[in-house]
């Protein structure tokens, strides 16, 4: 094991993982904690919810993507708090000391201050978040197919999709995809094509962070795949039967939430001031005020380059991730701290289904078919490894090819938990 | 829809949707009624236990299985009971009359009349048992990595399989794999190649269906990979920490039973006399006694053919659902009823692991690299569709070459059931 500066990271999303990775020829020994086993590619969770792809397809053991970093050493434990003045982590798997901490753990779901909606609308940004909105989605078809009432038949077989950022718009393309396509040929008394999906949006637009023309395809390419989109529509309910909207109720068989998240409880483990949405507000260097030797990076810090705030997206974590690992690279070496983070937007790409996707990228503008095939080829190439790769286009290859989706599993939860111990 | 006799199959496996098919052209309505959305190929289901293959993988929804046979419907749902004087099947969703009834329900695991076993000792059967079983191999060893005393360490690196049969052996042989060639390189404070597998067996040896000399050949096999067989050794007693054998007590990080299975209740549904192992025991047409229009077949079967008992794989189950498929048939269209059933045994296959298997079919025994190829063409053989093979053979072929596995994801029960209604 390699000696020196003792760094804990905390979170092996994109922002933990480049911070090690920046580390990897710096005099410390690397502890990255998380307490999942696995680093999952967030942008492609939408396709697992929908059947098209298998979670392992999007997801990598943490332990394999710095197994040949031999300073850095990975455990799977759940952190229970910090105590920055003793500088330790304490966890579920005894308690680290450390000289240097990064804090990268992310985001959740949030429902504005309505915790009780989140068993109603799973939100998606876990594997397991994934198989489960699979589940629900897959099931009211069968319930739909197995139920005598026509009623709740049409209950069922409409799906609301609340948040048309880019993952509300790509569930509720995927999922007309679904529908439309996948389904129909395999029921008999039910007719797939015939289901409901709504995208509900409090904002005057989808994809708020697009230029206004690409907004406007994106919202008729998904009028054009069958999705009802309701802009200006503010839910003010939600429950195991549907939504409630300040215009009235919506009877559903799942009910999806991809509008808002929340930062991970990390502002106060660095002791940080919280911003609105619960991130740590942070220095100029990622550093928390007054704790220079703590940092908050990803979804969890908020920040502020060239005068706007930094979104909350995978490049912005892997250059914080980058940036702070070289820093405290710097500060071992006892080289000068590099300049304050700034941050360098490369684009935004969202796709709604077949040959329709969008593009913003260092003021290119792409729509529809040019669009879709670079959003696919900047997917792909953003997937770590071979295997993965070659999976990822196989599946999409078959579904091009076929209307077909490879992965439609209803798994249940299973029975027992592991023991203990 | 077709109009005709009304069929009821219980259950989509190999023996229900076999008679499904069978009857794609006879003047019948069948309804095939599963509690499960998917038919899962189970003898490659321990490649999913043990991390090489994604559940997708070896699962597909039934509905399309039977997407263009037209007379067939599917409903997910559990069956409550079966009321064979009314001729009505009750299930979750509503109740079903039949004029024909074919039980195809399948075993579970049988623990000795040691329910209790059953948390710490899961078996392989289905999707959930799979991911549930790779859930606590690979949790072991992360806990392993974490942990730091040094008889919990060595607690956690024991793995011990209970039952030699061919699902004992093949689990046995791939966490053999696992830990020697997929893992060390991975972890820094444990050597995963250290694990201690011990595959415990009370009868006198492994793989008892096949002919001695292979019996011979699966044990050496699975000894140089570095596992440790115990034969005529009882398990007494299992716990979450470990087993008790009648020599004394192994503690043990995971414990994975393959040693008995039981039919699933569909002896007292069809009204039938049930053997030991719950199995409905039927007439030589399969149809229970008395009861011309009831059929019981597959692992819930007990039949016997050529004086010996049919056994309970995926073969047996397939010739008795054709079996059946055209007996209705031939009854439906007022053709003479075909002679008893007669099962044929086409041979027998079991794998160790990376070139090394058991074949013995029609008088053919096949050991070695020979065996373990015949072993992988016939799985890949076996499996349906174009998308399902090369994904499996993409893994294998990424599996043989790297030495890695591909799906090593621990994945939790997810928080939230679904939502009732």
Redesign the interface.
């Given at each position: 094991?390699a000696s020196g500066a003792r760094v804990i990271i905390v979170g092996g999303g994109f922002g933990g993982l480049e911070a090690a990775r920046a580390l990897s020829r710096a005099p410390a020994e690397v502890l990255l904690i998380d307490r999942?086993?696995?680093h999952c590619f967030q942008p492609l969770l939408y396709q697992v919810a929908t059947a098209a792809l298998?979670?392992?397809?999007v997801?990598w053991?943490i332990?394999?993507l710095l197994?040949?970093q031999r300073n850095a050493?990975?455990?799977?434990?759940e952190v229970v708090g910090v105590d920055p003045g003793r500088r330790q982590v304490r966890t579920s798997?005894?308690t680290h000391d450390y000289d240097f901490l990064v804090l990268a753990t992310g985001a959740t779901h949030s429902y504005f201050s309505h915790p009780e909606w989140?068993?109603?609308a799973?939100g998606l940004k876990r594997?397991?978040?994934a198989?489960?909105i699979r589940?629900?989605i897959?099931?009211a078809f069968?319930?739909a197919?197995?139920?005598?009432d026509e009623a709740?038949r049409r209950r069922l077989l409409t799906f609301v999709i609340v948040g048309a950022g880019p993952t509300g718009v790509e569930l509720a393309g995927a999922l007309a995809e679904v529908a439309r396509d996948a389904l129909p040929?395999?029921?008999?008394?039910i007719d797939p094509a015939s289901a409901r999906i709504v995208l509900v949006e409090a904002g005057p637009r989808v994809l708020p962070v697009f230029p206004d023309p690409l907004s406007d395809y994106a919202r008729r390419a998904l009028e054009r795949a069958g999705v009802e989109v309701m802009l200006g529509a503010r839910v003010v309910d939600v429950g195991?039967?549907g939504v409630r909207l300040e215009e009235g109720e919506i009877a559903a068989g799942a009910v999806l939430w991809a509008a808002g998240v929340v930062a991970s409880p990390a502002a106060g483990w660095a002791g940080a001031e919280a911003d609105r949405a619960g991130r740590a507000v942070v220095e100029p260097d990622l550093s928390a005020p007054g704790r220079p030797e703590v940092f908050v990076i990803g979804d969890t810090a908020a920040v502020s380059s060239e005068g706007g705030p930094v979104p909350g997206i995978a490049p912005a974590a892997k250059q914080m991730g980058r940036y702070v690992g070289r820093l405290i690279a710097a500060r071992l070496a006892g080289r000068p701290a590099p300049p304050p983070f700034r941050y360098r937007h490369e684009g935004d790409l969202a796709t709604i289904g077949r040959r329709a996707a969008v593009v913003s990228v260092h003021g290119l503008k792409l729509t529809g078919y040019t669009a879709w095939l670079f959003w696919s080829l900047a997917h792909i190439y953003f997937l770590i490894g071979l295997?993965?790769r070659?999976?990822v286009a196989?599946?999409w290859a078959?579904n091009y090819v076929?209307y077909?989706r490879?992965?439609?599993?209803?798994?249940?939860?299973?029975?027992?938990?592991?023991?203990?111990?």
């Open positions: 094991m999942q086993n696995h298998s979670p392992a397809d997801a053991p332990r394999t197994r040949r050493t990975v455990i799977m434990a798997a005894g989140a068993p109603a799973p594997i397991e978040d198989t489960d589940r629900r897959l099931t069968e319930r197919e197995a139920v005598q709740e040929g395999d029921f008999r008394r195991p039967d295997r993965n070659i999976a196989l599946n078959f076929t077909q490879g992965a439609r599993l209803i798994t249940e939860p299973a029975a027992p938990p592991p023991p203990p111990g």
